[in-house]
């Protein structure tokens, strides 16, 4: 990425430039979806959108979708696409886990239950912490402990451990499971991006597959993470 005006950005040179490389690179003809990952203020909405129109008329591109705007920016990305009969936005995909929670459920996930989207959170398992590998007592001394640092506050530390419990009556689940399901048991939720870097990680992930915590559950394991002492019933999970 360079530092041009259409070396970066939603303008439409440099839309047209990326998505012809990455089909090069792809060894494809078209995309299936293509995503804003970050909304552009030196660019106007409607130079991305009809931009992003030409490539689905072109059969570049299936559809389009958006990551990383404010709740304000995607309902005008929406009503543009409708007032000026541009292509609108599929999908959107937060920054959201149960460790990052209000970035989404404060604005965004209304704007996209109004408006049809598909939600596919990024970060699901809040780079690695979801996982149960960083404890109070155990903490990876590494380049990717320092991303997850963050986190590592009492409140989410109790989280983990209303997750293992949850976990552990159902069958010995593991916790990054519990986190996944967690997201996949919300209507709202189309599917979690998970980024695993072995064949034992995916396995872990997709054991995910086929689970849905109940409402009940859902909710215990956020409104008690701070007062652990007080779940006083069995958390239910049930199989679709």
């Not at 705007?69 to 990305?77: D, G, I, K, S, V």
């Not at 209304?110 to 155990?138: E, H, M, N, W």
């Not at 915590?213 to 859902?218: A, E, G, I, Q």
Request: aromatic share 8%.
């Amino acid at each position: 990425m360079g530092s041009g005006a259409n070396d970066e950005g939603l303008s439409r040179a440099h839309i047209l430039q990326a998505v012809d490389a990455s089909l090069r690179r792809l060894d494809t003809d078209y995309i299936d979806v293509y995503q804003a990952h970050w909304y552009d203020d030196r660019t106007p909405i409607e130079e991305t959108l009809s931009t992003l129109t030409d490539l689905v008329h072109q059969g570049k591109v299936r559809y389009i979708g958006c990551s990383n705007y404010p709740a304000w920016r995607l309902t005008e990305a929406i009503w543009t696409s409708k007032n000026s009969h541009l292509e609108r936005f599929i999908s959107y995909q937060p920054h959201y886990s149960l460790v990052n929670r209000a970035e989404f459920e404060r604005e965004l996930a209304d704007v996209c239950r109004q408006y049809s989207l598909g939600v596919i959170p990024y970060s699901p398992l809040a780079g690695g912490f979801l996982t149960g590998k960083y404890r109070r007592d155990k903490i990876a001394e590494s380049v990717r402990a320092e991303g997850v640092r963050r986190y590592l506050i009492e409140r989410n530390y109790d989280l983990l451990d209303v997750m293992e419990t949850i976990a552990k009556q159902q069958g010995n689940r593991s916790i990054s499971q519990i986190a996944l399901v967690w997201l996949l048991s919300d209507p709202i939720i189309t599917s979690p991006i998970i980024g695993p870097r072995t064949l034992e990680q995916l396995e872990d992930n997709l054991g995910a597959v086929g689970l849905r915590l109940s409402p009940r559950t859902r909710k215990l394991s956020i409104r008690l993470v701070n007062r652990k002492s007080r779940i006083t019933c069995k958390p239910q999970i049930s199989t679709t």
